[in-house]
């Protein structure tokens, strides 16, 4: 959220609120609506990349050892790569 | 030089849409206003327009498919009538909000239930707050003339907005009257090509249609409701424009014998044209009566209406639609706001009638007219009544 400006009145409202400036949805962190993160247990992961696939925000990425990780600034805590870990290596704990 | 000839209505409506030269026409048929897409499909089928004829699965698809189309930078049109308006309900604030001037014809039909296909104003009245500018045709020349003028007006980039133009189901759409049709040259120096402000391409990339969080959201509509109260200005400058071209003259608030009148009766739509009748014959009675009628429903015309309301004593305002649990009709509801500051106003008398169809005669209006100035106490704080209901 650091860096998104408003525009400040309703006369600065783009026309059709258009957004014309491409790649911007990356300036919003949605990571801040999270209640829970995951943690990964990389000692239970097998690397399977399930959790990757079924993340519906795409924000898990594969590092170059093979294991798996979360980018925070877009994680919204929704848990479902927890579900769907069946090596049950990731657990959402409380953030904060 | 244009052409003078007798027609269906719904007909002629195609008729005028394709003058305009839209790029793409999407639109389901229902009933009705099922002959203006239809009429559409073979103007398009027969080569004699050169636009995409997308048949959609349904309504709601239909005006999807046109902002698309729109937003693209397309010229676009669709039709349709009550439940298929309902069926686009969920589209139709996203085409305002996204300023995708959509031009629509639409042909007035009661909704549902019980299920009724006729004429009445409860279609449009439903999605009254959509942010879609609304004209009303009173007859088949103004169903043309507004449709080639809503094109203007909705691409003005003043306005980009989408607009309805409303034409009475049956009473007109299934209606033949003699029309003058602009030729495609008239048409033409009158509607400049479709400049959109920004459109879908590959090479300026744009998004469309975003997420607006609490942040913006007031902000946007705030813009989107100055942007049609605005819009006035381009629909008085279109009609002066047109009166020019055409010699046929356009007003938010039309005029039939108001000269001296002390009382008036308002109508909207094509009751207008019955209504005339009942006020000739109550001039020749000496009566100094006079009729309103409204063309322009949003952005509503306050102050057209506070001008023509001046020095009356009574106004009788007519309207096609319930607001239930309301405030009676939806066009005295206006009214009566338009005139609550005024310390000169008429007294006004609200009758809902005509629904579902039910026939409106001549002698209708004069009796609604003999009602409201026998002042009957009974009902006299009632804010509206039910003409023509049977059952006291």
């Known amino acids: 959220m650091k860096s998104k400006k408003w525009p400040e009145d309703w006369q600065d409202v ?14 919003y962190h949605t990571g801040g609506w999270r209640a829970q993160r995951p943690i990964c247990d990389n000692e239970k992961c097998i690397k399977c990349g399930v959790c990757y696939i079924f993340c519906p925000e795409g924000c898990i990425i594969e590092r170059k050892d093979g294991f798996f990780e979360a980018n925070l600034d877009y994680c919204k805590g929704c848990g479902i790569c927890a579900h769907e870990c069946w090596p049950f290596a990731i657990k959402m704990v409380e953030e904060g | 030089m244009g052409e003078r000839k007798g027609m269906e209505i719904a ?11 839209p790029d793409v026409v999407a639109a389901y048929p229902i009933t009705p206003n099922t002959h203006v897409p239809e009429h559409l499909a073979n103007i398009v089928s027969e080569g004699k327009l050169d636009a995409e004829y997308i048949c959609v699965e349904s309504e709601h698809s239909a005006l999807s498919a046109c902002m698309g189309a729109s937003g693209a930078g397309a010229r676009v049109f669709t039709a ?16 305002s909000s996204m300023r995708l001037p959509v031009v629509m014809a639409l042909g007035n039909r009661a909704l549902s239930g019980p299920l009724n296909i006729w004429n009445d104003h409860s279609d449009i009245m439903s999605q009254r707050d959509t942010g879609w500018i609304s004209l009303f045709a009173s007859h088949g020349q103004e169903v043309i003339d507004m449709i080639i003028q809503a094109f203007r007006i909705a691409e003005d980039a003043d306005v980009l907005l989408p607009i309805n133009v409303n034409l009475d189901g049956f009473q007109l759409t299934h209606v033949v009257e003699v029309m003058d049709f602009p030729s495609q040259s008239e048409v033409d120096a009158f509607l ?58 356009y007003e938010p608030v039309e005029s039939y ?5 002390q009382e008036a009766i308002m109508t909207m739509g094509s009751m207008g044209e019955t209504a005339e009748i009942a006020i000739d014959a109550l001039r020749e009675k000496g009566i100094p009566v006079g009729l309103l009628k409204l063309k322009l429903w949003r952005p509503f015309p306050y102050e057209d209406v506070r001008k023509a309301a001046k020095g009356l004593k009574s106004l009788l305002v007519l309207d096609r639609a319930v607001s239930f649990g309301g405030p009676g009709g939806p066009v005295a509801s206006e009214v009566r706001s338009s005139l609550y ?24 209006f004069i009796k609604m007219f003999e009602k409201m100035r026998s002042g009957d106490k009974k009902r006299s704080k009632d804010q509206y009544e039910f003409y023509g209901v049977r059952g006291e």
């Not at chain 2, 007909?11 to 030269?21: D, I, K, T, V």
């Not at chain 2, 629904?355 to 409106?360: S, Y």
């Open chain 2, 80 to 95: 349709t009538s009550s439940q298929g308006l309902l069926y686009m309900a969920e589209i139709m604030s996203i085409a």
């Open chain 2, 11 to 21: 007909l002629a409506a195609a008729e005028a849409a394709a003058l305009c030269r």
């Open chain 2, 192 to 249: 400049p090509a479709y400049k959109p402000f920004a459109s879908l391409h590959p090479d300026h990339p744009c998004s469309m249609g975003t997420l607006g969080l609490p942040e913006i959201y007031s902000e946007a509509t705030k813009a989107r409701e100055v942007a049609i109260v605005n819009s006035r200005k381009t629909i008085l400058k279109v009609w002066a424009e047109w009166e020019k071209a055409f010699g046929r003259r």
């Open chain 2, 257 to 261: 014998k108001m000269e001296g009148a």
């Open chain 2, 341 to 364: 500051g005024e310390t000169d106003r008429p007294a006004i008398t609200n009758y809902i009638f005509g629904l579902g169809g039910r026939d409106v005669a001549v002698e209708d």
């Open chain 1, 14 to 27: 783009n026309i059709g609120c258009i957004v014309s400036n491409p790649g911007s949805a990356r300036e």
